[in-house]
């Protein structure tokens, strides 16, 4: 079946560095995105998101970048902070469901100090 | 209250018992969602609320998992004759709407079952 990807399981970058998590997604009826962010013992906590009628979304130190023509989906994190160390999950709304997101199986980022 | 409330936070139980996760959604929000988290694993979509109508099971796994909603506002997800294979983290969440293209889902705490 379709389901949304991560290139990359583990990632690793120095404080203050720009980091990329990058995201495939295969089901093209899909039109809303979502990132989340999980740290150890909590629950997903929404980062930003965005819809198909859009290509690029700025949030506080974040970006969203949505590519459609190859099923991409990036997310941007500028100077990242130790604080910033977790699982990132993409999802979309299966298929343009009004309500059932699918999740891919997250990025770790850790922030060397 | 300030955000979805999951009780208990961890609940340990032996193979073949019955547990009752708890769900406590944002005050206001109509949809509530039941997601299951496997250790390093994505979340596995479980069942969906809306007030307290349940339009979508497919999610469950099979029939000894059950949930019911009850006032527009707390869910139960309830597992019966408890197998190792359940252990996860049950996280629930809610979202204001859900007949929207713009569904923020905000999420609980999550439960830590583990089956022994």
């Known amino acids: 079946g379709e389901s949304v990807g991560l290139h990359l399981p583990t990632l690793s970058v120095q404080e203050g560095d720009n980091s990329i998590i990058n995201c495939a997604y295969s089901n093209s009826a899909s039109d809303y995105f979502i990132w989340y962010k999980q740290e150890s013992g909590k629950g997903p906590q929404f980062i930003i998101d965005i819809r198909s009628n859009m290509d690029k979304r700025q949030g506080q130190r974040v970006t969203v970048l949505l590519n459609k023509t190859v099923k991409h989906l990036s997310l941007q994190i500028a100077a990242t902070q130790p604080g910033d160390s977790a699982v990132y999950f993409c999802a979309e709304n299966s298929g343009g469901s009004n309500y059932k997101l699918t999740f891919g199986k997250g990025t770790l980022l850790t922030v060397n100090p | 209250g300030a955000g979805v409330s999951q009780s208990p936070s961890n609940k340990v139980t032996e193979k073949g018992k019955d547990v009752e996760l708890r769900c406590d959604p944002i005050s206001g929000h109509t949809a509530l969602y039941w997601y299951r988290q496997s250790l390093g694993q994505g979340l596995e979509f479980l069942i969906y609320?809306?007030?307290?109508?349940?339009?979508?099971k497919s999610g469950l796994p099979s029939d000894r998992f059950s949930a019911e909603r009850t006032g527009g506002s707390v869910s139960t997800l309830t597992i019966q004759r408890t197998q190792q294979e359940d252990s996860a983290v049950y996280l629930c969440?809610?979202?204001?709407?859900?007949?929207?293209?713009?569904?923020?889902?905000?999420f609980g705490a999550g439960t830590r079952l583990s089956v022994l």
């Open positions: 609320f809306q007030g307290n109508s349940a339009p979508d």
């Open positions: 969440a809610s979202s204001l709407v859900a007949a929207s293209t713009k569904n923020i889902q905000y």
